[in-house]
């Protein structure tokens, strides 16, 4: 007897969507235009900001709306209001990420070849190519050298690192899309309105993965390009960063049985205290604050409610 045939959707760009959310940062207009200069162009593109932000465009084409809270994933929420019926397919970009020649028509046709139990795509930055994992983060379980990899602990492994198309366990949100309808529920979340979205994507695409296919793929090209690297001293940046990580990936943890607190509090305290010590040796006072503020952040109480 033969095996019923997988069902296949065919796309077309008017099908799509692009949800930028941006703080106002100077790559924004980057981000914008590379999705104007492809040769297909999208059912929409929005951009959604704080209302102290402006953002000027001359394109008819891009639609900028605005929020009265400065958090990624409240801003995401609000395209709601004004996606077309017609919305098949949502991206979701951070200004950070600029498409590349083709972008979008690769996207479509990578679309049109997965089966219904795909839920999202993930984009793979052409130039962003992560270190080898080393041993003592496999043995603190803050790495894995599986791409996409959700560890115990909560912590994950990068898929930046993958050179082909492959099946994982988290998609990464600033590079992402997703199928609207398996996925109405990401206008519908529950999360902190805090200013700095940490781990809203892991949170969000683990939680599908249980009944759902996450992909990546390196065909999809995209460049990341933000530089990283910043000098200048931030000792309460850092230091909530590390804190806002620790409290979220608690709660995120705690509410999943997939997950172990045990694994948490081991990976959390020990890799913690590692990197207290490594930025004294270093004179690194960013370090400093950011692991100092990790460590306190896995000590105290975490949000009463299961962020989604």
Not at 25 to 33: F, I, P, Q
Not at 116 to 127: H, N, R, S, T
Not at 176 to 186: G, N, P, T, Y
Not at 221 to 229: A, E, L, M, R, T
Request: glycine share 4%; charged share 25%.
């Amino acid at each position: 007897m033969d095996k019923p045939k997988k069902k296949y959707y065919k796309y077309r760009p008017s099908d799509f969507a692009f949800i930028i959310t941006s703080v106002g940062e100077k790559y924004l207009s980057n981000c914008v235009n590379s999705i104007l200069k492809q040769k297909d162009n999208p059912g929409q593109i929005i951009v959604s900001l704080p209302k102290k932000i402006n953002f000027k465009t001359n394109s008819k084409n891009v639609l900028v709306i605005k929020s009265n809270y400065h958090n990624q994933v409240y801003q995401r929420s609000l395209a709601k209001n004004f996606l077309k019926n017609k919305i098949k397919i949502l991206i979701q970009l951070d200004c950070g990420f600029e498409l590349q020649k083709n972008s979008f028509k690769d996207l479509i046709e990578f679309w049109s070849l997965q089966d219904k139990k795909v839920a999202g795509l993930g984009m793979i930055p052409v130039d962003q190519r992560l270190s080898k994992i080393n041993i003592l983060q496999k043995v603190l379980l803050t790495n894995s050298s599986i791409p996409g990899k959700v560890l115990k602990s909560g912590y994950v492994s990068a898929w930046s690192n993958s050179t082909k198309t492959c099946e994982v366990e988290w998609l990464n949100g600033g590079c992402v899309s997703w199928r609207l309808d398996l996925c109405q529920d990401i206008f519908k979340r529950k999360y902190p309105m805090i200013p700095w979205s940490v781990a809203e994507d892991l949170i969000y695409s683990f939680n599908k993965k249980k009944k759902y296919k996450l992909i990546i793929s390196n065909k999809l090209k995209i460049k990341y390009i933000i530089n990283d690297k910043n000098h200048v001293i931030n000792i309460y940046k850092n230091f909530q960063k590390g804190f806002l990580h620790s409290k979220i990936i608690k709660n995120f943890v705690s509410n999943d049985d997939r997950l172990s607190l045990i694994y948490y509090y081991y990976t959390t305290i020990f890799s913690s205290v590692i990197g207290i010590l490594a930025s004294i040796l270093q004179i690194n006072l960013n370090k400093l604050c950011l692991y100092l503020g990790r460590l306190i952040g896995g000590i105290v109480k975490t949000y009463k409610y299961k962020i989604r």
